[in-house]
Each structure stands twice: as C-alpha cells, then as structure tokens.
C-alpha cells in the first residue's frame, strides 16, 4: 500500500508538471486526466475507494465533458482534422500513456494484495450503500450538481450554435431560410 501510494503520488506530480509546463492544450489536458486519476489511486491506496471513485468520475468524467464544450463552443472544421492528425504522433500520446500504464499496474498490483477496496472500516462496499448515502445526506449537493452540468450543457450548445451563426454570415438574431 505504501508503494502504491508514493507512485501514484510521484506520478501527479510529474503529471501535473506537464500540464503546467505543456504549451498545447489538448496536450495538457491528457496529462490532467492522467493527474486526476493518479490522484484517485492515491485515495485507493489510503484506504478510500469511494473517495476515488468519485475522483474519477467527477473530476476526469467533467474535464472531459468540459473538453467537449470548448470543441462544440469552438465549432472547428477541416483545419482541425490536419491539427488532429499531428496529434496522433507517439511523441504527443507515449508521455501519458506511460504513466497511465504504471497508475495501472499499481492499481493491479494493489488490488491483487488486498480486498480490493470493497470493504470500508470493516463494512462492505455495495452498490445500495453508495446510493443511500448519495440521495441520503448528499441529495441536495447531488441534485445542486446535476442542475449545473445541465446548464452548462445548454449554455455550451446555445453559445456554439451563435458561433456556427456568426461564422455562416448570419447575425445572431436572424433566422436561416
């Protein structure tokens, strides 16, 4: 557990220097993604499964759903298919892919010597118990978040429809024939 608490440790870290230091932002976004769930594996490795669960899917899930946003707000078209593909070099993916592999192996290794994170203080993990204490105590905080993701979704898609509007020659306020 100790070693899988410092690796996934060192790995934020060198992941979350990238994102600062990396100069392209898709680029910085990927080494977020791989600092978000190191981070979730540091709170597997000290015991908090649900903790790092929700790491992961509310912190990577939404940077990734943030990232859909900014594409649909930015509306691009051809340019970003030659941009894309000079994305596609190893030299732009094997950074993050590396430390993903190793976040994965700690985790196999982590899981292969313990219960795997489905018991907390002795009490088992099911799917009943995460329910009831997310619309339990938690109802408000989990309703209050749905509502903001669904206005961010609408704002992303009304702010990306004025775009592709502005670009077509169009003002806002007037319709197409």
């Known amino acids: 557990m100790e070693t899988a608490f410092y690796l996934?440790?060192?790995v934020a870290i060198l992941a979350t220097l990238r994102v600062i230091t990396h100069t392209?932002?898709?680029?910085?976004?990927l080494y977020?993604?791989?600092?978000l769930i190191s981070v979730a594996m540091v709170f597997f490795?000290?015991?908090?499964?649900?903790?790092?669960?929700?790491?992961?899917i509310v912190y990577a899930g939404a940077i990734m759903v943030l990232f859909v946003f900014v594409v649909m707000m930015l509306n691009l078209g051809g340019a970003a298919v030659a941009q894309e593909r000079t994305w596609l070099r190893p030299s732009t993916w094997l950074g993050p892919a590396l430390l993903a592999l190793l976040l994965l192996g700690v985790l196999a290794f982590d899981l292969w010597r313990s219960d795997g994170g489905r018991t907390i203080a002795g009490e088992l993990l099911t799917a009943k118990a995460v329910g009831m204490t997310l619309f339990g105590p938690w109802l408000i905080a989990v309703?209050?978040?749905?509502?903001?993701?669904?206005?961010?979704l609408v704002t992303a898609s009304h702010v990306g429809r004025l775009a592709s509007r502005a670009g077509a020659g169009t003002t806002p306020g007037e319709e197409r024939s």
Not at 32 to 35: A, D, G
Not at 143 to 152: I, K, R, Y
């Open 143 to 152: 309703e209050l978040a749905a509502l903001l993701l669904l206005a961010a």
């Open 24 to 29: 392209n932002p898709v680029h910085a976004l």
């Open 8 to 10: 996934s440790g060192l």
């Open 32 to 35: 977020l993604i791989v600092s």
């Open 45 to 56: 490795a000290l015991g908090a499964p649900f903790a790092g669960a929700l790491e992961i």
